[in-house]
């Protein structure tokens, strides 16, 4: 049940569609009169077959008429009744309720018609009457037909067994086409009510209950109507034969061991061996002789003796006195009984005994109308009880009479009631095919509401014990109905305005509403969604109807058809009493918790507590079949979408929701999986996203005019959607996370492949990124952060290529606008990707501010990519812009596009002038291209030449350098190294370096350059480039020059002795350069240039300095100088002490060479010694050769 309440409340449906069972018309405005005058005719019976519906009224007649099935396209489902004949079936009284039962037997195709006591045969359809040479039988009641036949049953063909109920017994009836053939009687008389299985029938007369066992003529009282019906007699579960039956004994029964009430007093048992019904006490085998039970009163009828625990204990009646049954007994003594050993109590007063409390009074009796059911093959449901106005009772008995299951209790004892579903039993298991059905009893009563006397029908469950589950009555309120509502209130003996009964066979009806909510529609939005530029205009697309449309229409209608067997009336309308379908209960539980009444009518303000509550009765709910398969889903994305719309109006009074109401929605959309255009279209500026396709957004029908309404009712546009406020972090964050998880579904076989659906996706998926990570600081993303999710969407292959450039546009991200290109499999990415770089590199917004390296990543993309002319474009384009980074595109050995140096020379001097000097250098110096060293050159000569020429001051500082650094004192750097560590940061210094470093190298090719041009370049300012003078000087062989400006030029004395001993061509060579061996004079040139260099200290200006580096020079390269030499070139005014040092190693040197000619001398006439030995040996050995003349 779907209410909670207690077992002993009685729940009213707070809605009609809500309960388990709902009303559908079945006809109206029935004309009962056949003159239109009499007003209190009544409808007593009606029965339905093949679409013929036979109507039983209180003026003994029977209307029939034919009913014809409504179109498909009818929402009411109502079919068209026609009138095909009116009826008035014999009768031998002409007093009583008129037709009283209908009962149709379509195996033979004859009707039984009961009226006014009075029994006739018809044939069916038409009514015609059968068996013109049987008489009307007198009789109270007919039925028994066996519920166990099945339908292709062979012995059908003989015709059916009918039981017939007189005045003294009961007859049973083979009807066939033959007529009526008497089989048996058995003597039980005044039957009002039977049910038979197979041999079994259960059968009540006015007073009580018993089980009867048609075939071998046996029958085992149960219990009264009433427990306070004092003439029902002492009944004891008593087994005896009939008086027709053969045998002439009867057989006691005790109640059996294993029902749930206790057994007969020990005195019964003694009497005789009687066995339980549970042992067979209807076999059909030998029977075991036992003892007569002793007959009752005359006043009572035979074996309806009840057992005391009936009475005792299961009646629903209050309790009997002791002086009511006289002959019940104890085990247990009682308080008067005289005991051997307990004394008698003391005799009461007279104040206790005025003060005894006194007797309840005691209810009048009212007879009770027997109700018998079968809810299985094995079981029959009783009800007893004591007054209509009281609760009534409803017991289960097995076919041997034993009480099984608890009992159902009725809020009044009902007027009639039937019972539907076969019923769950969870310890038996189903049948291949078959589909388990709960079981419901429907009870038509009375019971006092609000507004006195209400009429209607309680439903409860049959096949749920207490306790195993929701065991809640429900309450279907009729006093709606006029005819229902007259009755109300009308005092406890008006007779009751409702009738309800179980057709024959069952009959399909197509439950409109089913088809309402499960059949897919279109939604209608308005005309701002992005996608609709390519929708048809609404009218012809309402014309036009696709193949899936009707295939779609056709399924949802073959759902919408259910099946029942019960039929309710009241007044001059009939209905169908249909089981409810699941999707049509739970959606009428959230069609409450979707709106409130307010002052401007219904609006929707979903209840989330209800809508929670109804997800969790439904989680984990397996489906039993299809409709229940697709009701579901259903169920759970409305639901899902109630509380969408309850986060949006809650967000729009800017209240942060809690974090556990967001989580169960969000997990909610991802159980129902609702199309994710539908949630965007319920939010501000992301509704502008949705795509809807050529056919539009197709969802169920309940789901469109539930987005429908609320759209109607809210306007988007004036709702707010700031990202930092409620709307952001209600909202933004789940759609976000819900989009991500429709993404990861892309593909599957489940998800639709719609391109509307992804689209959609795409786009708001990056519109939510975009408006999230507007306050991110700039730079690159880190993990985990908004901007790394945004990286990762648009790195994938997005399906809205065209929307999200116009996003990333509207948003200024031009360094995500270009990852959009990168992750791209267009043909001309590259030219997208490589013109956004420019722009942001040309200044333009890019509100991440994430391209940083921009055009180191510029060119390392430009390595990538195999398009020649964009590398010719773009890497000209970045040498104009960085020079040094620039000419790298054109020199990568490891990049895709390869350029020949010829062909990159020619590019930039066309392009980018200003960057030839940096690839020529990457040429030279990187790769060691000697062929281009005079342009490399040219090209310093032009900056230097040109700073010299425009500006004084960079004459005037070069100057100042010479000077500075003559001024320095020894121990000092060389000029290269001075001029390097005091850099100016300039390209013409660069340059100039440079250019010293290209002249003064003396390795291979690269020396080979033009010497000569060079020069006159350079004359003009040869006191400004003194170093440039020096290694050109050396180059052309003018040594002494070259020497000259270096020793009075510059200073530069350690440069000066490193010229004499490596040449001057490797004057400015780096630090750690390598001399080639071939490249350093002979020790006679050395000696020469030493000569030269000896000169020039003697010419030093200042005397101390020219002292010191002359000494200094003698002392350490002495061995280069000749000593007669040096003393005719030292001033005779100076010390001996200044070249003393030099003396002595020359002195040293005299000695050394002198000991060394000695030993050589030695050596020489010692090797001759052994030489000539040697040859005076071989002589002897050879011996004379004389020669003959």
Excluded at 378 to 392: A, Q, R, V, Y
Excluded at 486 to 503: F, K, N, V
Aim: aromatic residues 6%; negative net charge.
């Amino acid at each position: 049940m779907e209410t909670s309440s207690t077992p002993e409340q009685l729940t009213e449906l707070p809605h009609a569609q809500a309960g388990s069972y709902i009303l559908r018309r079945l006809v109206s405005d029935i004309p009962l009169s056949a003159d239109g005058q009499s007003t209190d005719i009544k409808i007593t019976c009606v029965e339905l077959w093949n679409s013929n519906l036979y109507i039983g009224t209180s003026a003994a007649e029977i209307l029939h008429f034919v009913l014809i099935p409504p179109e498909p396209s009818d929402p009411s489902g109502e079919p068209t009744a026609i009138i095909a004949s009116r009826l008035q079936p014999a009768y031998t009284q002409s007093t009583g309720a008129g037709v009283q039962q209908i009962l149709l037997l379509p195996k033979v195709n004859k009707a039984c018609i009961l009226c006014n006591n009075t029994l006739t045969f018809y044939s069916l359809p038409e009514l015609s009457p059968a068996f013109p040479s049987t008489k009307p039988l007198a009789c109270t009641w007919v039925g028994g037909v066996d519920l166990n036949a099945e339908d292709d049953d062979p012995s059908a063909n003989d015709g059916i067994v009918v039981m017939i109920c007189q005045r003294s017994r009961i007859r049973l009836v083979r009807v066939g086409e033959d007529g009526p053939r008497s089989i048996r009687s058995i003597e039980y008389g005044g039957c009002l009510a039977s049910v038979r299985r197979d041999n079994f029938s259960c059968a009540a007369d006015a007073r009580s209950y018993a089980l009867l066992d048609v075939e071998h003529q046996q029958k085992i009282g149960l219990f009264p109507i009433s427990s306070l019906d004092e003439e029902a007699g002492n009944l004891r579960g008593v087994s005896e034969n009939m008086p027709s039956a053969m045998s002439s004994h009867t057989v006691s029964r005790s109640v059996s061991s294993t029902s749930a009430y206790p057994r007969s007093p020990p005195h019964e048992e003694q009497r005789g061996h009687g066995r339980s019904t549970s042992l067979g006490i209807f076999s059909s085998g030998a029977r075991q002789a036992r003892t007569e039970s002793p007959r009752p009163p005359s006043g009572q009828r035979y074996g309806f003796d009840t057992p005391e625990s009936f009475q005792r204990i299961h009646s629903p009646g209050p309790a009997q006195s002791p002086e009511r049954h006289p002959e019940r007994t104890s085990s247990l003594p009682r308080a008067g009984t005289l005991t051997p050993d307990k004394p008698l109590p003391p005799a009461p007063s007279e104040t206790s005994t005025a003060q005894q409390i006194p007797p309840p009074e005691k209810k009048a009796f009212i007879p009770l109308k027997p109700h018998i059911a079968s809810p299985t093959p094995s079981e029959f449901l009783l009800t007893t009880g004591t007054t209509p106005s009281d609760p009534g009772v409803g017991m289960f008995v097995n076919l041997d009479g034993d009480v099984v299951r608890g009992t159902l209790e009725f809020s009044n004892y009902p007027d009639a009631l039937v019972v539907d579903g076969s019923g769950i039993d969870i310890s038996a298991s189903l049948a291949p095919g078959q589909v388990p059905e709960e079981g419901y009893i429907l009870a038509v009563m009375q019971h006092e509401g609000e507004n006195g006397k209400e009429c209607g029908v309680e439903i409860q469950r049959w096949d749920m014990e207490a306790g195993e589950g929701q065991t809640t009555k429900e309450w279907l309120d009729l006093t709606s109905i006029p005819s229902v509502a007259e009755s109300s209130g009308s005092g406890e003996d008006a007779t009751m305005p409702l009738g309800i009964r179980t057709i024959v066979a069952p009959n399909e009806i197509v439950l409109s509403e089913i088809s309402e909510m499960l059949t897919q529609k279109r939604l209608k939005l308005s005309a701002t969604s992005s996608g609709n530029s390519s929708l048809e205009q609404e009218p012809q697309a309402e014309k036009r109807k696709t193949k899936q449309e009707k295939a779609d229409a056709e399924f949802t209608y073959r759902l919408s058809q259910l099946q029942t067997r019960i039929v309710l009336w009241a007044g001059d309308q009939i209905w169908w009493v249909v089981r409810n379908p699941l999707v049509v209960r739970l959606d009428s539980r959230l069609e409450l918790a979707k709106s409130i009444h307010t002052g401007d009518g219904v609006r929707i303000q979903p209840n989330r507590e209800l809508v929670e509550r109804l997800l969790n009765d439904i989680r984990g709910q397996e489906p039993r079949s299809e409709a229940e398969y697709l009701g579901l889903i259903y169920i759970r994305q409305k639901a899902s979408v109630l509380l969408f719309i309850e986060l949006i109006l809650r967000s729009t009074t800017n209240i942060i929701i809690f974090e556990n109401e967001k989580r169960s929605t969000e997990e909610a959309l991802m159980k129902g999986e609702v199309d994710p255009r539908v949630i965007l279209a319920l939010l501000p500026i992301l509704e502008k996203e949705v795509v809807q396709g050529p056919q539009g957004i197709r969802i169920s029908g309940g789901l469109t005019s539930l987005v429908e309404e609320f759209l109607q009712q809210n306007d988007l546009s004036s709702m707010p959607a700031m990202v930092n406020g409620p709307f952001g972090d209600n909202l933004l964050q789940l759609v976000k996370r819900y989009l991500f998880f429709w993404k990861r579904r892309k593909g599957m076989a489940s998800v639709t492949n719609d391109p509307s659906v992804f689209q959609t996706i795409d786009a708001a998926l990056l519109h939510i990124l975009l408006l999230l990570d507007r306050d991110s600081p700039k730079g690159q993303a880190t993990a985990g952060s908004i901007r790394a999710e945004l990286y990762d969407v648009v790195d994938r292959e997005l399906d809205c290529y065209d929307r999200a450039i116009a996003l990333l546009e509207h948003f200024k991200r031009l360094y995500v606008l270009s990852r959009l290109y990168q992750g791209s499999k267009m043909h001309a990415k590259a030219s997208k990707v490589l013109a956004t770089w420019r722009r942001i590199l040309d200044g333009e917004t890019d509100e991440g501010g994430e391209f940083t390296d921009g055009e180191l990543e510029l060119r390392k993309y430009l390595s990538r990519i195999r398009d020649q002319k964009l590398v010719e474009e773009y890497g000209a384009w970045l040498a104009n812009r960085n020079p040094k980074l620039g000419v790298q595109v054109f020199a990568d050995d490891h990049g895709r596009v390869k350029f020949e140096p010829t062909h990159a020379v020619a590019l930039l001097k066309e392009r980018a002038p200003g960057a030839v000097k940096d690839y020529l250098e990457h040429l030279v110096f990187g790769k060691k291209h000697t062929q281009y060293v005079n342009d490399l050159i040219s090209f310093y000569l032009d900056i230097v030449i040109t700073e010299l020429e425009g500006s004084l001051e960079s004459r005037e500082g070069l100057l100042q350098t010479y000077e500075t650094y003559r001024a320095l004192h020894p121990p000092k750097p060389t000029y290269r190294q001075f001029i390097t560590d005091n850099a100016i940061n300039s390209e013409w210094w660069n340059s100039r370096l440079r250019l010293l470093q290209l002249l003064g190298t003396n390795q291979g090719a690269t020396s080979s350059y033009d010497v000569p041009s060079i020069l006159s370049r350079l004359t003009p300012y040869e006191k400004e480039l003194v170093p440039e003078m020096i290694i050109l000087n050396g180059r052309q062989g003018r040594h002494e020059e070259a020497i000259r400006l270096l020793t009075h030029g510059l200073g530069d004395f350690d440069t000066a002795i490193s010229y004499c001993l490596l040449g001057g061509s490797s004057m400015f060579r780096p630090a750690s350069g390598f001399v080639p061996q071939e490249s350093i004079p002979s020790r006679d040139e050395q000696a020469k240039l030493f000569g030269y260099l000896l000169h020039e200290f003697l010419h030093i200006e200042d005397l101390s300095d020219r002292i010191e580096r002359t000494g200094e020079l003698l002392e350490r390269f002495g061995g280069w100088f000749d000593v007669a030499t040096v003393l005719s070139m030292i001033p005779d005014s100076w010390s001996i002490e200044i070249f003393s040092g030099f003396l002595i190693n020359a002195l040293r040197r005299l000695v050394r060479e002198r000991s060394e000619t000695t030993i050589n001398k030695a050596l020489s006439g010692a090797q001759n010694l052994k030489t000539s030995a040697e040859l005076i040996g071989r002589a002897d050995e050879v011996g004379p050769t004389i020669d003959r003349v």
